[in-house]
């Protein structure tokens, strides 16, 4: 009998005329030879690869992920910089409710009267992510500032270490680590003596002062009231945030899609030595919650030769650009390459006892004025003859009348 090529030979025990109970199958393969050929060469394949094969095996698999590794890469900073963006929206929104119910911004900074070891002096105040916490759903940590005291005072220690996720750029990782610093650094309204380290949170987020820092003063109680140069110095405060500054909407003549409200800078930029004072939180001073659009984005990464400069300045964790928001509440990616003026940096004027001005750092085409007797709260800034801003600052003025392309 055939079955499919094959031949079974019944064997049947001849005295019984019968197939064997028990009996065997001859199964005889007309085809072995064929067949032990097949299994004598799949034994070998089965040996492994040759150095050919794993070579080809090893370049296939480098060049996908050649190809695999920078989309993932690019695709997780997209959602880094997505996330910054919605952080930043929050922030220009939360203001923009501020302004609502205050009639005006809040405050760059303000300065109060001194108490305890500060008696007698200024004491500088909160800066304005303060001001809008309870427009961010944070009510509780609002309350819980005394701000009848200092804010840098040991009673509002608890707040400083407080860290609030829409104030912390994702991709800035050294700004979600680095929270330490040594007690004496936090509390100096204080006599008591302290010793060791506390936590001290930051924020990726700063208001824009426009392209320089103007310092004064007006305290409501005191005899004076007002510094005598206040009301020149307002006049040269160009952008939304700057000292005891309370800038209405109705101020805002570039239009708010054409003015900057807060941009972004980086821990990561700024040097090791300056990073425990830096871009605190709760503070108002320049190089906390303000920068000024003085220098260009990024300038450390421009090689500009001073490292003050990028405490004060816009930077980003983002390659090549930084986000900003306006005063629309749109949110915009601004590459760093942007025109802007010339950015040599040179020491801002000091005061009468030799203190830096806020500003720290200014340009060769920014001039001085002094309109008063003491630098440090009376000087001025304005642009040398001859120069002009770039698109950079004219962004960051409200009311300069500089003609901005829609597409920048």
């Known amino acids: 009998m055939k079955i499919d090529g094959f031949t079974l030979i019944f064997t049947f025990d001849a005295n019984k005329h019968h197939m064997r109970r028990g009996g065997f199958v001859h199964i005889v393969n007309r085809q072995s030879n064929w067949l032990n050929r097949i299994i004598r060469e799949k034994k070998c394949r089965l040996k492994g ?75 500088i105040s909160h800066g304005p992510l303060v001001s ?24 509002n220690r608890t707040i400083c270490g407080q860290s609030i996720k829409a104030f912390v750029c994702p991709s800035d990782q050294i700004i979600q680590t680095d929270n330490q610093i040594p007690d004496s650094r936090i509390g100096i309204a204080d006599n008591e003596t302290r010793s060791g380290f506390h936590e001290v949170s930051r924020a990726s987020y700063a208001g824009v002062v426009g392209p320089w820092l103007v310092n004064t003063w007006k305290i409501s109680g005191l005899s004076i009231g007002e510094r005598a140069s206040f009301g020149d110095a307002q006049q040269a405060q160009l ?14 003549r570039d239009g708010a899609s054409h003015t900057m409200a ?46 003050e400069v990028a405490t004060i300045s816009a930077s980003s964790s983002h390659p090549n650009k930084a986000n900003f928001a306006f005063m629309d509440g749109s949110v915009r990616s601004i590459k760093d390459s942007i ?15 030799g203190q830096p001005h806020p500003q720290l750092w200014i340009n060769s085409d920014t001039d001085t004025d002094d309109v008063g007797p003491d630098a440090y709260w009376d000087t001025i800034f304005s642009l040398r003859p001859g120069a002009r801003f770039g698109l950079y600052q004219a962004l960051s003025t409200r009311a300069g009348g500089e003609r901005i392309p829609e597409d920048f």
């Open 49 to 123: 690869l040759t150095l050919i094969e794993m070579l080809f095996l090893i370049a296939v698999i480098t060049v996908i992920l050649a190809l695999i590794v920078p989309v993932i890469t690019r695709s997780r900073e997209n959602a880094r910089t997505r996330s910054c963006q919605m952080n930043l929206r929050q922030i220009s929104q939360a203001s923009i409710s501020y302004t609502m119910a205050a009639g005006y911004l809040p405050s760059g900074y303000f300065w109060r009267v001194g108490a305890g070891a500060n008696a007698g002096g200024l004491e």
């Open 132 to 155: 809008i916490l309870p427009f961010l759903e944070e009510h509780k940590l609002y309350q819980a500032i005394n701000f009848n005291l200092y804010i840098y005072s040991s009673a």
């Open 239 to 252: 952008g939304l945030f700057n000292a005891c500054s309370q800038v209405r909407m109705d101020s805002v």
């Open 262 to 307: 807060f941009g972004e800078h980086t821990l990561e930029q700024v040097p090791a030595s300056l990073r425990p004072d830096s871009f605190w939180w709760f503070s108002g001073t320049h190089g906390d919650t303000l920068i000024s659009t003085m220098f260009p984005i990024n300038a450390i990464g421009q090689k500009l030769s001073h490292e």
């Open 339 to 353: 025109s802007t003026f010339s950015s040599y940096p040179q020491k801002a004027p000091a005061g009468a006892q």
